[in-house]
């Protein structure tokens, strides 16, 4: 077990990338505190975490505000005696164009997804100097190095991680305190069943069983065709390399930024597209899009509407 009773904490733990983070955590040996504002997605997670024999405490957390972000780090420690590991995994996403981002829509994602981030390393800290040691791991994304439309804010805020682990790890190298960021590309974060449902909610309901029709097997196809490598992430992805930051094993890594993407970020500009046309990658967002469009509910944004 590489991180036998090391204490982690691990924020958005409930549910995606950071419930694929917790279960790994826990199946390497560590204690965890996991964190999500979601109460029925943290409770799942935790009741999985303890169904596999691993340490877990649950702590509902909105991470836009400090004080909860404090009273998560305290409970860590008070459970455990201690800080090893702080996994800054909370983040929303916001695709609009920018002269409709709203000033509140700002806000909501510069406090969750940059304040929330910052907050953590501000409490967490102190408790991993106090240990001599410790590993702090920033999610970030593809969109904090590469552009995209629609993504503005969104893009602010994970490129801003990247520059936060920077610094950090500068700052906090002589303590021991090693910082990283990983950049997930497309990573599949919801179940089929979830996933299908999230995206009905923006239908009709006369037109669910036409779209399950002609949709239903297809959704992976846009994520697999716009990469190099030919799968779909998963959750587990990013887990094996943050179970790699947080072990001894990643003991002289320090600052970066890992990139796990399928190999999206290698193409030039406009590569991306151009290989996924011919794949056949681009057609069923365009068909799914153009669909939408016709049959969504009045009043719906669906998020992959054209820019206006």
């Known amino acids: 077990m590489r991180l036998k009773d090391r204490v982690a904490v691990v924020t958005g733990g409930g549910q995606g990338i950071g419930r694929g983070i917790s279960l790994m955590f826990a199946r390497e040996g560590a204690r965890l505190a996991i964190a999500q504002r979601t109460a029925e997605k943290l409770e799942q997670t935790r009741k999985d975490i303890e169904a596999m024999g691993g340490e877990v405490i649950a702590v509902p957390t909105d ?3 400090p004080e909860q972000v404090k009273n998560l780090i305290d409970a860590a420690q008070q459970r455990y005696g201690g800080l090893d590991v702080l996994v800054n995994n ?3 996403g916001l695709r609009v164009p920018v002269d409709e981002v709203t000033v509140e829509d700002y806000d909501r994602l510069m406090d969750t997804n940059l304040k929330g981030l910052y907050m953590g390393c501000h409490y967490g800290v102190p408790a991993m100097k106090a240990r001599g040691q410790g590993s702090i791991i920033n999610i970030s994304s593809v969109h904090g190095v590469d552009g995209a ?3 503005t804010v969104y893009a602010a805020t994970k490129g801003g991680i990247i520059g936060c682990t920077r610094a950090l790890a500068a700052e906090l190298a002589p303590f021991l305190i090693r910082v990283n960021t990983i950049s997930p590309g497309a990573i599949r974060i919801h179940d089929p069943q979830e996933r299908m449902e999230r995206i009905l909610s923006y239908v009709k309901e006369e037109f669910h069983d036409e779209f399950r029709e002609r949709f239903a097997d297809r959704l992976d196809e846009g994520s697999r065709f ?4 030919e799968i779909v992430g998963e959750p587990e992805d990013i887990a094996y390399a943050a179970v790699w930051l947080a072990s001894d094993e990643g003991r002289f890594v320090t600052g ?3 990139v796990i993407d399928g190999g999206l970020t290698t193409y030039l ?5 151009e290989r996924a046309r ?3 990658g681009t057609s069923i967002w365009r068909e799914m899009r153009d669909w939408m469009e016709t049959h969504a509910k009045e009043g719906a944004e669906w998020p992959g509407r054209r820019p206006r």
């Open 226 to 229: 716009f990469q190099p490598l």
């Open 90 to 92: 909370a983040g929303i």
């Open 269 to 273: 500009a406009g590569h991306a597209s």
């Open 278 to 280: 011919e794949r056949g």
């Open 256 to 258: 970066q930024n890992i």
């Open 63 to 65: 991470v836009r505000h």
């Open 149 to 151: 439309p629609l993504n």
